[in-house]
């Protein structure tokens, strides 16, 4: 992995709000686009990452000045298996909700029967 990252932001600002994105598939499997514009609280931003073998390894890259936000993504869609080395099949992770009184409390990995699929 390799990370480069400097910001400066307001502290006294929650802002964010959402411009403009845009996303979209690539001619590689797996593999996808973002682009998004933002108003936040950034004074000045510059993110620079690159990653791989981890869940949507790919490259990113965020450029901030005077609270507006440029973000460029380039990523695979698919979970990291770090057990086997290898990316987790179909992309999917085999998630086990408990619930309490109806509401979902805790969610944990399963190697047994896949009960449902969650695909971010």
């Known amino acids: 992995?390799?990370?480069f990252s400097f910001n400066l932001f307001n502290p006294f600002s929650d802002r964010f709000k959402i411009v403009y994105e845009k996303c979209?598939?690539?001619?590689?499997?797996?593999?996808?686009?973002?682009f998004n514009?933002?108003?936040?609280?950034?004074?000045i931003r510059l993110i620079l990452e690159f990653t791989i073998r981890t869940d949507h390894a790919g490259f990113i890259l965020e450029?901030?000045?005077?609270?507006?936000l440029?973000?460029?993504?380039?990523?695979?869609v698919r979970h990291w298996n770090h057990t086997n080395t290898t990316w987790a099949?179909?992309?999917?992770?085999?998630?086990?909700?408990a619930a309490v009184a109806g509401t979902a409390t805790n969610a944990s990995i399963v190697t047994g029967k896949q009960i449902g699929r969650a695909h971010v």
């Open 1 to 3: 992995m390799i990370n």
């Open 24 to 34: 979209g598939k690539t001619w590689i499997p797996h593999k996808f686009w973002e």
């Open 37 to 43: 514009f933002y108003k936040d609280n950034s004074i």
């Open 63 to 68: 450029i901030a000045l005077l609270g507006w």
């Open 70 to 76: 440029i973000e460029f993504r380039f990523y695979d």
């Open 89 to 97: 099949k179909g992309g999917y992770l085999r998630v086990e909700v």
